[in-house]
């Protein structure tokens, strides 16, 4: 008899048989799943994790761009579009990381891989409610700011951006959460 539980588990097993997690690594992934956000969004932060999305270096990597093609990052045009270039080291996103840090009143450096920079953001936060919408607002940044560019062909400025984010969030706390309802200003 087949259940999801079981695929699962046979399916944990055979990745870390390939790949051996470090501690950090182990922590995301369980708090990923663990997080409120919509399924969708916590699978593409998984994906993320993983360096499988679709960017650019990954798509030229499975011969589905062009050699002639740009590589160059849709945001900054500055370095070749990676995951760690594209959510870290992008002049652009590193902007909308930090208003958000900002806003959250959160302070670390950017740190040279995602997995850090998602344990940083996990770690900022001490009490586990508090972490719930934390983790509600990583997942809304990284989803929100790739999918109107990628999919909408649409840059915002940087406030405009963190304001939807708030917004996304804010959304999704009060369905997702079972914290008491607050108004949008109090959330921000």
Same mark, same amino acid.
């Given at each position: ?17 390939? !790949?051996?997690?470090? $501690? ?55 370095? $070749? ?60 940044? !990284? ?46």
């Amino acid at each position: 008899m087949f259940f999801v539980k079981s695929c699962y588990i046979l399916l944990l097993n055979l990745s870390h048989a390939e !790949v051996a997690l470090n $501690d950090v690594e182990n922590v995301i992934f369980r708090e990923i799943w663990k997080s409120k956000a919509p399924t969708k969004v916590s699978a593409f932060s998984w994906t993320l994790l993983l360096d499988k999305i679709p960017t650019k270096i990954n798509l030229a990597k499975r011969i589905l761009m062009g050699v002639e093609e740009s590589k160059r990052c849709v945001f900054c045009e500055c370095g $070749d579009e990676s995951a760690i270039h594209l959510f870290l080291h992008c002049e652009w996103f590193s902007k909308v990381w930090r208003a958000v840090m900002r806003w959250l009143n959160f302070n670390f450096i950017t740190p040279p891989n995602l997995f850090i920079q998602t344990f940083c953001w996990y770690r900022e936060v001490g009490s586990k409610k508090l972490r719930r919408g934390a983790w509600l607002i990583w997942h809304a940044v !990284v989803w929100k700011s790739r999918n109107n560019r990628i999919f909408n062909d649409k840059i915002f400025e940087v406030e405009e951006l963190v304001d939807q984010i708030k917004v996304l969030s804010w959304q999704q706390s009060l369905s997702r959460l079972k914290i008491e309802t607050c108004l949008f200003y109090e959330w921000c």
